[in-house]
């Protein structure tokens, strides 16, 4: 099941305290992010990364230039469950092909 970022609040550093539409709450360290590069290089200017809002729309947080992170992902790293199946890294090897038996 999805759920959905219904509010969020800057707690500090790359920190900000999370709350989903079944009511369960954390916090979510986006520091990890800083190093991913592209869209996430925002992330390194603390204004910008403050600059945050729910977008009810797609039931998660954003940020300016359409930057967003899913919100499974988010749940997953406020609450500590696991990610929705659909969204766990594949353990096979790139290229190969595993057929069900």
């Known amino acids: 099941m999805l759920h959905d970022v219904v509010a969020a609040n800057y707690e500090d550093g790359y920190r900000i305290a999370i709350t989903f539409d079944d009511g369960k709450r954390g916090v979510v360290d986006f520091s990890e992010y ?57 353990r096979e090897p790139p290229g190969k092909t595993v057929l069900p038996t």
Not at 79 to 90: A, I, Q, R
């Open 34 to 90: 800083l190093s991913k590069g592209g869209v996430f290089d925002h992330f390194k200017d603390m204004d910008f990364f403050r600059d945050f809002r729910v977008n009810d729309e797609l039931g998660t947080l954003a940020w300016r230039h359409d930057i967003d992170v899913a919100p499974e992902k988010l749940y997953s790293k406020a609450t500590g469950g696991p990610l929705p199946e659909w969204m766990e890294p594949s």
